[in-house]
């Protein structure tokens, strides 16, 4: 099966822009997740998506984070407008079930904000 | 709090060595899970191992073992005459059962980076 798939590999961006991350998880999990690592920090917990529904997005740091995952298949986190602290590698994971499935994490997302 | 503690930053080992990597971990909960995953250079995370809190028995795949101990609070890793292919960052976590029943928020540790040498 495919794995998690995200989208861009690495984004370069200038202060003040807007930069929108897509994933795509594996075909048939309910649940999506978020995650970010900040150089130099722990890897850490943004939302978690159940279908198209919010379960938990207590780790967004701000509302410049906008995440949507509309038809409960793919997701977006938008960072409007981006700020140097955001720069880091943003994970994707989806997982089939709640208290059982593993996470299955995709390759991340470079952003550097300049 | 929650918190997980990979205190080796960077290892270097040469082939064939043992290696052990640590992971000390700190939470309220009496129910919680421990994990495992290893990001190789082409940077996905990879899940190596889940144990729950109530079980304690160390486990062996091939030349992974983990020791599992809550008296010390510790879910050590150890891998059997390292390979290159080893080389990558691993990463701890931990997840407390009290989150809905989902082991979806989980709380990395800074991951220790491994280089195994040929």
């Known amino acids: 099966e495919a794995g998690v798939t995200q989208f861009p590999s690495h984004s370069v961006i200038e202060k003040g822009q807007t930069v929108t991350l897509r994933c795509d998880p594996i075909s048939g999990h309910d649940n999506l997740y978020w995650y970010r690592r900040v150089m130099g920090k722990e890897i850490k917990f943004l939302l978690h998506f159940v279908k198209e529904s919010k379960q938990d997005e207590s780790g967004m740091p701000n509302n410049r984070f906008l995440a949507e995952r509309t038809g409960g298949t793919y997701s977006t986190l938008k960072v409007q407008p981006a700020e140097l602290e955001d720069s880091g590698v943003y994970f994707c994971?989806?997982?089939?079930?709640?208290?059982?499935?593993?996470?299955?994490f995709g390759n991340g997302t470079r952003l550097t904000v300049t | 709090a929650q918190k997980v503690t990979q205190a080796q930053t960077e290892i270097s080992v040469v082939e064939k060595e043992d290696v052990t990597l640590d992971c000390v971990y700190e939470t309220r909960d009496t129910t919680y899970y421990l994990f495992w995953y290893k990001q190789p250079p082409s940077g996905e995370l990879v899940f190596l191992i889940r144990r729950n809190s109530f079980d304690e028995q160390n486990e062996i795949s091939g030349r992974y073992s983990w020791n599992f101990q809550k008296s010390t609070s510790s879910f050590n890793f150890t891998i059997t005459a390292s390979q290159v292919v080893d080389s990558a960052v691993y990463f701890c976590a931990l997840s407390e059962a009290g989150y809905g029943g989902s082991q979806g928020n989980l709380i990395f540790g800074k991951g220790t980076k491994l280089s195994v040498k040929p």
């Open positions: 994971a989806s997982s089939l079930g709640q208290g059982i499935s593993p996470l299955h």
